[in-house]
Nanobody, 126 residues
Framework: QAQLVESGGGLVQPGGSLRLSCAAS????????IAWFRQAPGKEHEILSC????????WYADSVKDRFTISRDDAKNMMYLQMNSLKPDDTRVYYC???????????????????WGRGMQVTVSS
């Protein structure tokens, strides 16, 4: 019954903001690294940001650095991605993910990720 359930996607104008949320259940969330990915049609998943468990490291892709902020609330089993200054190029399907690792979170093999959200559309357009 482990799952990640996403919310907060939708349509926003360029320069606007969205906050994506992901609710975890069925596993020991606080011990897992978390990450946000996005995917354009026909392309591979692109990691945007991750945060290790137990108040560990935070990493951002250059494409979103200084615009997006990853956070987690372990007491609520929630993870978030605050997206500011959105651009049309940010239009993608966005995914949350969780995986158990003692190592760095940004280079974890995607094929080994334990849990994925189903994805949600974010469209940035005027």
């Amino acid at each position: 019954q482990a799952q990640l359930v996403e919310s907060g996607g939708g349509l926003v104008q360029p320069g606007g903001s969205l906050r994506l949320s992901c609710a975890a259940s069925g596993f020991a969330f606080s011990g897992y690294a978390i990450a946000w990915f996005r995917q354009a049609p026909g392309k591979e998943h692109e990691i945007l940001s991750c945060k290790s468990g137990r108040d560990g490291e935070i990493w951002y892709a250059d494409s979103v650095k200084d615009r997006f902020t990853i956070s987690r609330d372990d007491a609520k089993n929630m993870m978030y991605l605050q997206m500011n200054s959105l651009k049309p190029d940010d239009t993608r399907v966005y995914y949350c993910a969780a995986y158990y690792t003692f190592y760095t979170c940004f280079d974890y093999p995607q094929s080994q990720i334990d849990y994925w959200g189903r994805g949600m559309q974010v469209t940035v357009s005027s």
